[in-house]
């Protein structure tokens, strides 16, 4: 079974806690800090990969939660780190954030590895914290929380060129003997399923061509097969449009043309993707009259006749695709819209708003300190402080007039400011 569109969760691991602990020996009384720092959460690392060609696997295998972080132990001893997962996908595949329909990442390119969810860091454990001033340290920081995310796989083949037409039209034919691809092929509407691939040698030079399932007017709009599967000729640089030009099931060549491309402009751009003509089945009594007034209608037009079938005519019509598709752009990949919600990679770090006497603190580095820290405990709030200058919060409020003793909120937190 083919399938080119799956719906999954993934969540990065958390990162470990950072741990307090102070060394305990015998005939040692006061030992110094040594709590260890949190492993790292496990990420979330995609590979494009042209061993599958297909989404099925996602379907049976939807949940992918990397293993977290471990706690720090006593002796600076490091939490043990999640091990990462790695999900291949085909070549192709567009990673969409569910909600939103954003593109996270396109795999577009064979081989290619990219983490697209890091695992959370783990936190320091109270041995980093001590300095010559502040020798036992009674706190540690928490190891990074990741969200969990649900994603959309979609896949979008990339070949060069796109086989377009009706069922039965000879699509498969074609590229079975343009290629060496195998596809099936039978004498009944809708033996193509699911997309092929073929490479198509012409002269030294070589292009993916794709087949797809026939098109049926009302395809755009979910008729047939069609619809699901014109996704495969988006990003496609050139289309092929096949015409059975000896109309051998009573359909006509010319109402066939009309309607396939119809169909083509209500999906998206796919009308203003370059076309090239082909005639097929020329070899049936019928087609020589049915193009001559096919040309009569389209005079325009530049048809290429050929016989799949008896493999007629094939030379010139390669040609002309390999010389079209010279003169064509290399596919865009998707435009990776996506803005992850990290802290450290949105916006201004912080953001101070008057709000009457109180000056308001806010903003991503805000938040993870805030996180970070136990109110209750007298170092950690030293720290926060500290941090407060080096992250250039406490320069920033006296640029906007802040006094000793003027108010400053962060989240619910209130506290006067000390210059
Ligand atoms: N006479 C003749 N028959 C052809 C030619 N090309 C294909 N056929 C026949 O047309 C029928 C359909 O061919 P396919 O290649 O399966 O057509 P398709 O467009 O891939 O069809 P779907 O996958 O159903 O959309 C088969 O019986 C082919 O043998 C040709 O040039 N001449
Ligand atoms: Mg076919």
């Given at each position: 079974m083919f399938v080119d569109y799956v719906t999954i969760k993934v969540k990065a691991g958390d990162g470990g806690d950072g741990v307090v602990s102070f060394h305990r020996e015998k005939f040692v009384e006061n030992g110094g800090p040594d709590g260890g720092d949190g492993g790292n959460g496990g990420s979330i690392i995609f590979e494009a990969t042209?061993?599958?060609?297909?989404?099925?696997d996602f379907r049976f295998h939807r949940k992918f939660f990397a293993d977290n972080g471990e706690r720090g132990s006593k002796k600076r001893q490091r939490g043990k780190s999640g091990a990462d997962i790695l999900i291949k996908v085909p070549v192709g595949t567009l990673v969409r954030e569910r909600e939103s329909g954003a593109v996270i990442a396109d795999m577009h390119t064979c081989g290619e590895k990219r983490t697209l969810f890091p695992g959370g860091r783990g936190g320091a454990g109270n041995a980093r914290f001590a300095t010559p001033v502040r020798q036992a340290p009674n706190f540690a920081k928490p190891g990074e929380k990741t969200p969990e995310f649900q994603l959309i796989l979609e896949l979008k083949t990339i070949a060069d060129v796109g086989l377009v037409g009706f069922?039965?039209?000879?699509k498969s034919t074609l590229l079975s003997v343009v290629s060496a691809a195998k596809p099936k092929i039978a004498n009944y509407h809708f033996t193509t399923l699911e997309p092929n691939l073929g490479v198509v040698r012409v002269d030294d030079d070589g292009f993916v061509m794709a087949d797809i399932p026939g098109l049926i007017e009302g395809a755009a709009d979910?008729?047939?097969?069609g619809h699901a599967f014109l996704r495969h000729v988006e990003?496609?640089?050139?289309?092929?449009?096949?015409?059975?030009?000896?109309?051998?099931?009573?359909?006509?060549p010319l109402e066939d043309y009309a309607i396939i491309n119809r169909e083509l402009a209500k999906y998206?751009?796919?009308?203003?993707k370059p076309q090239i003509i082909a005639a097929n089945k020329m070899d049936l009594p019928d087609a020589p009259e049915f193009l001559a007034l096919f040309r009569q209608a389209h005079p325009e037009i530049e048809v290429f006749e050929i016989s799949a079938l008896n493999r007629q005519g094939l030379t010139p019509l390669l040609r002309r695709v390999r010389a079209m598709l010279a003169e064509l752009p290399e596919p865009e990949p998707f435009f990776e819209t996506y803005v992850m919600p990290d802290p450290g990679d949105q916006g201004p770090a912080f953001e101070i708003v008057k709000d009457a006497d109180v000056y308001c603190v806010s903003g991503p580095l805000v938040d993870r300190l805030l996180s970070n820290?136990?109110?209750?405990d007298d170092e950690s709030m030293a720290y926060f402080q500290r941090s407060l200058r080096a992250m250039g919060v406490i320069d920033a409020l006296r640029e906007q007039g802040a006094k000793d003793g003027d108010t400053v909120r962060m989240d619910d937190l209130e506290f006067d400011f000390i210059d």
């Open positions: 042209d061993n599958v060609h297909t989404l099925l069922p039965n039209v000879g979910g008729v047939g097969l990003r496609t640089r050139l289309l092929i449009h096949l015409i059975d030009m000896s109309g051998s099931e009573g359909r006509d998206g751009n796919l009308a203003e820290i136990d109110f209750y």
